[in-house]
């Protein structure tokens, strides 16, 4: 029986010589050899079992995903910042726009615009013919604000403004390349007037009085208030000056740099689009539509769960198939601590109203008490919750209990809290995960001990072949030479 080696190690390659070819050895090993791994490879065995747990870890890892969406919806009904969110309307939003931050203090008032926010704009004495140097000098441009007349220019603290240094050859264009580069805080345009001149058009970056600016020029030829040279631009300008936005609220005077008011009435941001004649009425109103939405969301990710729950661990009589943890008594326990959260009711600061259970506001088995195969699923009763939203303050007090008490008086924070025990790193999915990979390793540790025993057999079985094939080989040999023998001394005797 010849031996030959591989990368693997030893292995029977051909049939044996002591036994004359007569028994496949290979045959006969991997036999027993698949005899000692049924334990893995069996309809039921380790590698089953593996795959069966991984699906497990895989499904209660989904669950849980499904429960912590679900606790970020209840977490929107036990918290202020659920509860928090206003709609902000103008009576004329071509000429007020507003709108407001959560929280903001349910009001209405009244807002006339006088004027809108002006950036100064300055425009030079036109230069002619176009194209030609202005002449060498320098510029210095400060940004601050101009007194009422115009009459006196105040610098912005800190600043000391910007110097532009104009060389001989400089033309219009090129000294408006270096305003727009020194980021003073001033556009520089060219403008062509009909005559075939042009103009140095200068504007303020930002709206607002305060945000005004002062052009001077040092003029190469020492007059730096006449119409030659680099004082032109300067010389014969016109102003427009920078100005706030002017408007009353309620009849208070107010003002802003630009033409958005912040903050004017606290939580509200209204922008003035154009000058009104009438007043233009805001009003600030809990949001409904966003307080219907939380709760439906709440209904919806509820229902995701249940459903993957009732799946999973439901059993077809019909095609007599049965879900994953059809039986799993932890699936059953989770699916009834979600139920039983939803019985929940209002306690302590949040008792003593008309809302004590989530029935009240609307949200109910769906089916109802007639339905021989509930499924558990939630349905809200639309007319019922719009009802309830008509007393916000109340459905808030529900949800999340009354001032001065906890939040787990209320339905949401009930709910809540249990959710997040779930969740929590010593609730149930970790505990499920613990377990589930604790099992994975003890079936992984187990597939190793069987095919450490089934190597180890194989291993045997090779040896034994091995000496039984070299006796026979050494007793075929001996009765061949006795056989020769026999014949040889037969010869003889004849």
């Keep these: 029986m010849a031996i030959t080696t591989t990368s693997t190690g030893s292995s029977f390659s051909s049939l044996g010589v002591g036994l004359n070819g007569s028994v496949d050895v290979n045959a006969l090993i991997d036999a027993q050899v698949n005899v000692a791994k049924l334990p893995i490879t069996s309809a ?8 069966m747990t991984q699906a497990k870890i895989s499904t209660f890892g989904q669950i ?10 209840a977490s929107k009904l036990s918290s202020v910042s659920g509860w928090n969110a206003v709609t902000a309307t103008s009576s004329n939003t071509s000429a007020v726009t507003v709108s407001a931050i959560g929280g903001t203090v349910a009001s209405s008032f009244d ?50 403004g910007v110097d532009i240094a104009v060389s001989a050859s400089d033309t219009l264009s090129d000294i408006a390349g270096k305003i727009n580069g020194a980021k003073a805080g001033v556009t520089a345009t060219i403008l062509s007037d009909g005559s075939g001149g042009e103009r140095l058009v200068l504007r303020s970056a930002q ?25 032109r631009l300067v010389a014969g300008a016109t102003t427009t000056y920078a100005s706030d936005a002017q408007a009353t609220v309620n009849g208070i005077a107010v003002t802003s740099s630009s033409n958005t008011f912040t903050n004017t009435v606290a939580g509200v941001t209204f922008t003035a689009l154009q000058t009104t004649t ?26 995701a ?37 939803l019985q929940s009711v209002a306690s302590g600061s949040a008792a003593g109203g008309s809302l004590r259970t989530l029935s009240d506001v609307g949200i109910t088995v769906a089916g109802g008490l007639g339905n021989l195969n509930p499924t558990g699923d939630l349905s809200v009763d ?110 003889s005797s004849s």
Excluded: C
Aim: no cysteine.
């Design 382 to 491: 639309t007319d019922k919750l719009n009802k309830a939203l008509q007393d916000p303050d109340a459905l808030k007090t529900f949800f999340r209990g009354g001032s001065g008490g906890s939040v787990t008086d209320g339905v949401g924070g009930k709910i809540s809290s249990v959710l997040s025990g779930l969740l929590s790193s010593t609730g149930f999915f970790q505990r499920k995960t613990d377990t589930l990979n604790a099992e994975l390793k003890r079936e992984n540790t187990d597939i190793q001990t069987v095919n450490d025993r089934a190597d180890a057999l194989k291993a045997s079985l090779q040896a034994r072949y091995t000496a039984l094939d070299s006796q026979m080989a050494t007793l075929n040999a001996l009765n061949s030479y006795i056989q020769q023998q026999v014949t040889t001394w037969n010869k």
């Design 44 to 51: 039921n065995g380790l590698n089953a079992q593996v795959t």
């Design 111 to 160: 807002v006339q615009v006088q004027s809108l926010a002006k950036a100064q704009n300055t425009t030079s004495a036109a230069l002619s013919p176009a194209g030609l140097p202005v002449g060498a000098g320098t510029l210095h441009l400060d940004v601050g604000q101009w007194s009422a007349d115009g009459a006196a220019f105040t610098s912005k603290e800190g600043s000391t």
């Design 207 to 231: 709206t607002g009085a305060a945000q005004g600016f002062q052009l001077t020029a040092v003029d190469a030829d020492g007059d730096n208030t006449d119409a030659a040279g680099l004082s």
């Design 278 to 303: 009438d007043p233009v009425q805001i009003d600030v109103a809990q949001d409904t539509s966003a307080l219907s939405k939380n709760i439906n969301d709440f209904v919806t990710a509820y229902n």
């Design 305 to 341: 769960v249940n459903q993957a729950l009732n799946q999973i661990t439901s059993y077809d009589k019909n095609t007599q198939t049965a879900g994953l943890l059809q039986g799993d008594s932890t699936a059953v326990n989770l699916q009834n601590t979600l139920r039983m959260a």
């Design 64 to 73: 849980q995903s499904l429960v912590a969406t679900l606790s970020d919806a």
